[in-house]
Every structure is written in structure tokens, then in C-alpha cells.
């Protein structure tokens, strides 16, 4: 398992509002160790920040195109970025 700390920002669109994916994304985060947050964006798209072991944060990368049952996930755009200032996983706004 890595030790190496990884932060990425994730930019998720398709039908990912009103469907419980930012209380999906909080879970997953959460169970897998991880600081950020999630928020709904005014577009219509979901932003998260995800940091932690490269290993965990590399998992849930991948669990971002599947969301909850009720999402469709189209597109996900995933960048490198500063680790969050507060620790513990957040739902913003």
C-alpha cells in the first residue's frame, strides 16, 4: 500500500445532481481514509477534492464514473491540486 499523498480535483458531469452522489462520494471518501470535499456546481456538475494515499485516492477516482445507483456519470476531468487545509470529508454548499 502507498504511503505517498495524493490530492486530485475531480469535475463530475451527467446526471450526478439530486440523485444522493455527493452523500455517496462522502461515504466512499470516507471509508477509504480520505480529507475533502464534494459540492454541486451551478452547471449542473459535482466538483470533489480528494486527498490521501495514492493508493485510496487512485480507488476512488475510478469509483467517480460508477456514483449511486440513481447517477449517470458522462464525463469526469481529474486534475492534480493542493491537499485541503481542514482534515475529515466534507459536503460544501
Given amino acids: 500500500m502507498s504511503t505517498t499523498v495524493k490530492t486530485i480535483a475531480a469535475r463530475i458531469t451527467g446526471k450526478v445532481q439530486g ?13 477509504r481514509g480520505l480529507n475533502g470535499w464534494v459540492r454541486n456546481e ?5 466538483r470533489a ?4 494515499s495514492e493508493d485510496m485516492v ?6 467517480l464514473y ?3 445507483p440513481a447517477a449517470r456519470v458522462d464525463g469526469l476531468e ?10 475529515g470529508f466534507g459536503i460544501l454548499g
Fill in 19 to 31: 440523485v444522493s452522489y455527493r452523500a455517496w462520494t462522502r461515504g466512499e471518501a470516507m471509508a
Fill in 42 to 46: 451551478a452547471d449542473g456538475s459535482v
Fill in 49 to 52: 477534492v480528494f486527498s490521501g
Fill in 58 to 63: 487512485d480507488e476512488m477516482a475510478d469509483l
Fill in 66 to 68: 460508477e456514483g449511486p
Fill in 78 to 87: 481529474m486534475q492534480k491540486a493542493k491537499p485541503p487545509e481542514e482534515i
